[in-house]
Nanobody, 121 residues
Framework: QVQLVESGGGLVQPGGSLRLSCAASGSIDSINNMYWYRQAPGNQRELVAGIARGTSTHYADSVKGRFTISRDNAKNTVYLQMNSLKPEDTAVYYC???????????????WGQGTQVTVSS
């Protein structure tokens, strides 16, 4: 089994910054792609950013130029640096990992429990 634990959420004023972290632990052989999603009240969960095991990244248009996704493969951790935050960035942010785990063939998708980000003055 694999656990993903997010941290770093909180309340920030518009224009401010936050850095989210998501650490994976458990019976991990390797982690392929990792993602950050978010879900605001009344909305569907949406993809924010993704990163391959190497350096390839992609972003939702709404966060390009403001958010940066990165990862530390040695620590099985993915980060999301969020700058120039806007009220519309308010949501619960979830990390997602596609991992090869002990006792299973192929990739299994795991989700964290979510961390709240609130952007408000």
């Amino acid at each position: 089994q694999v656990q993903l634990v997010e941290s770093g959420g909180g309340l920030v004023q518009p224009g401010g910054s936050l850095r989210l972290s998501c650490a994976a632990s458990g019976s991990i052989d390797s982690i392929n792609n990792m993602y950050w999603y978010r879900q605001a009240p009344g909305n569907q969960r949406e993809l924010v950013a993704g990163i391959a095991r190497g350096t390839s990244t992609h972003y939702a248009d709404s966060v390009k130029g403001r958010f940066t996704i990165s990862r530390d493969n040695a620590k099985n951790t993915v980060y999301l640096q969020m700058n120039s935050l806007k009220p519309e960035d308010t949501a619960v942010y979830y990390c997602n990992a596609h991992a090869v785990t002990a006792g299973r063939t192929g990739l299994t998708i795991y989700w964290g429990q979510g961390t709240q980000v609130t952007v408000s003055s």
